[in-house]
């Protein structure tokens, strides 16, 4: 039950499902946390309650049999009820590692009541034992496209298992388009599809080629087409996420066939969407890849810079950003029409004591505006897991949270020196003055795509008018917050909603910055004698 997860149709299971009796399922996405990526406090200036939809869920949903009958309850937008519990025969549950605080509430309240359990997701696998699986019915450990049958067909014979494991990563071509008549749209700032799922590279810290292999597998556009009428005739009008681990791991494909498709349906429509996504850095590489994917409605792209020293970019074999211009790139896609979203790390061993300054200059002339600045973690199964695990430097537990200071290693510069000096930077970035000049940096840069017309309505006037009295006059910066007003109307004004959005995310970045509790010295000292 990952990020897609999804469809099956057979003569065998067709048959099985016609015996099953209909029964009640309740998909369950848990709360997020006040994170980074939550911008909570920037939803309340637009009205929305969750950037995103559980794009997961809803393709396992459309995965169920039609007659079952099915409600979805997003924590993150909706208040889950006894009354949603006791309707349920089967309460499906996906997470993330973040979401576990709130997984773990919604799984006592099953247990409470004696409903069955089935979960599934990143929480769900291996590596996460220590979260406790004993008391979940059913786990689904990897993509559902191949496990999901198996369960429903031992379901119909009384003999479903606790634990089904994918043997084979599926072939996506057979995914559904999510059931998303499930969800109330108008709550979500956002709508996601995914086109493909794992990432060609390798970077030790990360856990995508684990959960979705090195080989990217994509949807044809035939699918992405349906997804996208899916959505269209809805009644969606604005941004959708491509979720893919890197959008661009099959580059041939999406020159070819996918990006061209996306482009004259674009047309036909009259540009309903724009769209952004997650890519590695050598994007900037192809001339031909950036202008088709402006022309399809692309206007921003999450990147892992992770940090401007060679050596700790070679320590994690970050392959794109290995031996480049870090910076010439990110500007070379800003001057190409996207807004670049970088994500930064810091306690990499062959980080030098200036790291915590560097990754600070590197941002402000970067015009990164959006820029996620975590400490260095092991996720379970990864390379960097393994080798710390060797040298006896992990501690136990994480979050799961990528900016709240949180690791699970003995960093080689000090706990208490990783520790302040993260602190520092997140304080540092989003201040009201740095934060306001980034936003000026970017936007001298930035050259969108010219045949995109701006969608406005009541709700960004009211957002508008909301950061006029929130950022101009009750918070600290709002001398920062008129000059931006000013400049950008002045400099860039076919820029200025997008100016006045990346102003009110900076309010949410701020609130986040906030919370950073750098540890007393001798709790560090303590973490330090912990060694697992």
């Not at 979203?341 to 200059?361: L, Y």
């Not at 950073?516 to 912990?530: F, M, S």
């Amino acid at each position: 039950m990952h990020g897609g997860g999804q469809g099956f149709e057979s003569p065998q299971l067709h048959h099985t499902i016609q015996k099953e009796r209909n029964l009640k399922v309740l998909l369950v996405y848990p709360q997020i946390p006040d994170t980074f990526w939550s911008f909570k406090h920037a939803l309340r200036f637009i009205s929305k309650k969750a950037i995103f939809a559980p794009l997961g869920l809803l393709t396992v949903a459309a995965m169920l049999p039609a007659e079952w009958e099915k409600k979805l309850v997003d924590m993150n937008t909706a208040t889950l009820t006894g009354k949603d519990l006791k309707w349920a025969d089967y309460v499906f549950i996906s997470a993330m590692v973040v979401q576990q605080d709130s997984a773990r509430e919604v799984i006592d309240r099953c247990r409470k009541l004696g409903t069955k359990i089935v979960a599934g997701g990143p929480l769900f696998s291996t590596g996460y034992e220590e979260f406790g699986f004993d008391d979940i019915d059913h786990l689904i450990f990897g993509e559902a496209e191949n496990i999901l049958p198996l369960f429903l067909e031992d379901l119909d014979k009384g003999c479903a298992r606790h634990i089904y494991a994918a043997k084979e990563r599926p072939d996506i071509t057979k995914t559904p388009v999510p059931l998303w008549s499930l969800i109330d749209k108008k709550k979500y700032q956002s709508m996601s599809i995914q086109y493909s799922r794992g990432c060609p590279f390798d970077c030790e810290f990360c856990d995508i080629v684990i959960m979705n292999g090195h080989i990217p597998r994509t949807k044809d556009k035939n699918q992405i087409l349906a997804e996208l009428d899916t959505l269209y005739n809805l009644g969606w009008r604005g941004s959708v996420f491509l979720v893919d681990d890197n959008f661009i791991g099959n580059k041939r494909k999406l020159k070819s066939e996918i990006l061209p498709a996306v482009i004259e349906w674009m047309k036909e429509k009259k540009h309903p969407f724009s769209f952004f996504t997650e890519a590695s850095l050598n994007l900037a590489d192809d001339e031909k890849l950036m202008r088709l994917m402006t022309a399809a409605g692309f206007d921003g792209v999450f990147v892992g810079i992770e940090s401007p020293n060679e050596e700790s970019l070679v320590e994690c074999n970050k392959i794109p950003n290995k031996n480049r211009d870090l910076l010439a790139s990110v500007k070379k896609l800003q001057s190409h029409g996207f807004q670049v979203e970088g994500g930064f790390i810091v306690g990499f061993d062959s980080d030098p004591a200036s790291i915590f300054e560097s990754q600070i200059s590197f941002i402000q002339k970067s015009g990164i505006v959006t820029a996620m600045v975590g400490v260095l973690m092991a996720p379970p199964g990864t390379r960097l897991y393994k080798r710390l695990k060797g040298e006896k430097r992990l501690l136990s537990g994480g979050t799961g949270d990528n900016t709240d200071g949180s690791t699970n290693i003995m960093p080689k510069m000090g706990r208490e020196t990783l520790a302040r000096g993260y602190k520092h930077i997140l304080s540092t970035i989003y201040a009201s003055r740095p934060y306001y000049e980034r936003i000026i940096t970017f936007l001298k840069e930035y050259k969108p795509e010219g045949k995109r017309k701006g969608n406005i309505n009541p709700r960004h006037i009211v957002a508008l008018i909301k950061s006029m009295w929130v950022l101009g006059i009750k918070e600290k910066g709002r001398g920062c917050y008129w000059r931006l007003f000013a400049w950008t109307l002045l400099k860039k004004p076919k820029s200025f909603p997008l100016s006045i959005t990346f102003a009110i995310q900076g309010f949410h970045f701020r609130k986040v910055a906030e919370k950073i509790h750098v540890p007393p010295i001798e709790d560090i000292q303590e973490l330090e004698q912990a060694k697992t």
